[in-house]
């Protein structure tokens, strides 16, 4: 079973997300029987399953096992655990992907200060939870606000990472799309096109981030009444 749950990470690696749901739940379904539903490699499955729930828009099936992860992470560790809190960061996407913006913003606000308080405040974790208050920022149409934040985010990610890494292209495809709702299309083209040849060089074009930010390309050179093909994009 090892040998398939790691294959299933391998599936979602490279956004192969159908092959990885499929494994992940023949390996949560497994371990429940053998472990119980509150052993640690039970919820690390289920954590990973719920990420890939909500990449393929089960939003049901994703909300109901993030909260069993937030549960059962704070029974085997303790309530502040960064582990217990990153299902909390993932719990307020969730609720922001449903347009649940008020809980979004709460298990939000709820764990930026605790993993600053752990991780100190420009810790990649730490950054992550202000870029999803950035994207409820936007949700809610605060998009200078939003921008801000975004900007704050990949300049630290930059820091630690560099540019040509994948939360920055993650980072960059979110302040690209802010951008364009403000009606800076230049500044959102210019910011997918460097994230889609970062995810093409870092995952492969055949990815599932790498697709949804050409999509998101092409609707954009489609409004300008262009194409996204030429020597911008590798």
């Not at 090892?2 to 494994?23: F, I, S």
């Not at 217990?84 to 449903?98: C, E, F, P, V």
């Not at 913003?105 to 870029?131: F, V």
């Not at 997918?192 to 990815?207: A, F, M, P, R, T």
């Amino acid at each position: 079973m090892t040998c398939v749950h790691g294959l299933a990470r391998v599936y979602e690696q490279q956004g192969k997300l159908v092959q990885a749901e499929d494994l992940l739940v023949e390996c949560l379904t497994w371990q429940t029987k053998k472990h119980g539903c509150k052993h640690i490699d039970t919820l690390s499955t289920m954590f990973i399953l719920v990420s890939v729930y909500d990449s393929l828009d089960k939003d049901i099936l994703a909300e109901r096992l993030c909260l069993e992860c937030v549960s059962g992470f704070r029974s085997v560790h303790r309530q502040d655990h960064p582990v217990a809190l990153s299902a909390i960061r993932l719990l307020s996407q969730l609720y922001m992907h449903n347009s649940r913006l008020d809980e979004a913003e709460s298990a939000i606000m709820e764990y930026i200060p605790k993993i600053k308080a752990l991780r100190g405040d420009m810790h990649p974790e730490s950054m992550e939870g202000m870029a999803v208050l950035a994207d409820i920022c936007f949700y809610r149409g605060k998009f200078n606000d939003a921008d801000s934040i975004y900007t704050q985010c990949l300049s630290s990610h930059e820091s630690n990472f560099g540019r040509h890494h994948l939360i920055s292209a993650n980072i960059m495809i979110r302040l690209g799309r802010c951008k364009q709702n403000q009606g800076e299309t230049h500044a959102a083209g210019m910011l997918y096109i460097e994230s889609v040849n970062i995810l093409k060089d870092l995952c492969g074009s055949q990815h599932h981030d790498t697709v949804v930010v050409i999509r998101l390309l092409t609707k954009l050179y489609k409004k300008q009444g262009r194409t996204p093909t030429g020597p911008t994009l590798k």
